[in-house]
């Protein structure tokens, strides 16, 4: 038992000392800095994280998010027609378009789909 704790105690202090040696050789200035920055989408990770952006991006991103989900949603009913396990598939089928309709026909009118607002 205090075997094992004093080699686990042996491999924190080599790991910490590694450590320390690493910090201290490694050549760090200030123009490095933005070099070794992630890029995010076109906005600088030096400035503010709270710039406004348009609102209209995000309204577009989450309409193709829903609608491609749900088309995620009408391969299994492509399946089932080719199968004929369900009988009523068409009923589901008419049911789940007309949902998808609906939505997209509220976007609209809600004035989502305009680029120029």
């Known amino acids: 038992m205090f075997m094992n704790l004093s080699m686990i105690f042996i491999f924190m202090i080599i790991a910490l000392i590694m ?3 690493c910090s201290i050789i ?3 200035t200030f123009m490095d800095r933005e070099k070794n920055s992630p890029f995010e989408c076109g906005f600088d990770p030096m400035n503010s994280a709270r710039i406004p952006f348009s609102l209209h991006f995000f309204l577009i991103a989450m309409i193709f998010l829903i609608f491609d989900v749900e088309i995620t ?5 492509i399946m089932v027609f080719n199968m004929s396990i369900l009988k009523n598939w068409i009923f589901i089928n008419m049911f789940f378009m007309m949902i998808l ?3 997209i026909y ?7 789909l305009n680029w120029t607002n």
Not at 73 to 77: K, N, Q, R, S, Y
Request: a positive charge; charged letters at 15%; hydrophobic letters at 50%.
């Open 19 to 21: 450590m320390l040696i």
């Open 26 to 28: 490694s050549k760090k």
């Open 73 to 77: 949603l009408i391969f299994p009913l």
């Open 101 to 103: 309709l609906l939505g």
């Open 106 to 112: 509220h976007e609209w009118n809600q004035g989502a």
